[in-house]
Every structure is written in structure tokens, then in C-alpha cells.
């Protein structure tokens, strides 16, 4: 467990910023699979960001 660190990929405080939220602290439902198609793509609005 020895491998050498990439230190060009390592993502710094600044970069993970850009996301309000950069560790999930639970799971929230926002819609049953039952409600969608197949295939179906579906665009909301939660906590003021579009999610797909």
C-alpha cells in the first residue's frame, strides 16, 4: 500500500468550494422510481441548485 500519490490530482479546499454541499450527510428522497419512465431524465430544483 505503497503507490505514489498523484499531487496533480489531489483536490484542494479551494476547488471543492464550487460545491455547497462536499460530503452528503444522508440521502434525501426526492421522487419514487415508480413516478418515472424508463430511460426518463428529470430536472428539479432543490436547495437552489437544478439536479438531474
Not at 468550494?17 to 426526492?30: A, D, L, N, S
Amino acid at each position: 500500500m505503497n503507490a505514489p500519490v498523484d499531487l496533480e490530482r489531489i483536490q484542494t479546499g479551494d476547488e471543492l468550494e464550487r460545491c455547497p454541499f462536499p460530503i452528503p450527510y444522508g440521502w434525501f428522497g426526492v421522487q419514487f422510481s415508480h413516478e418515472l419512465e424508463v430511460g426518463q431524465v428529470k430536472m428539479e430544483t432543490f436547495f437552489g441548485k437544478e439536479w438531474v
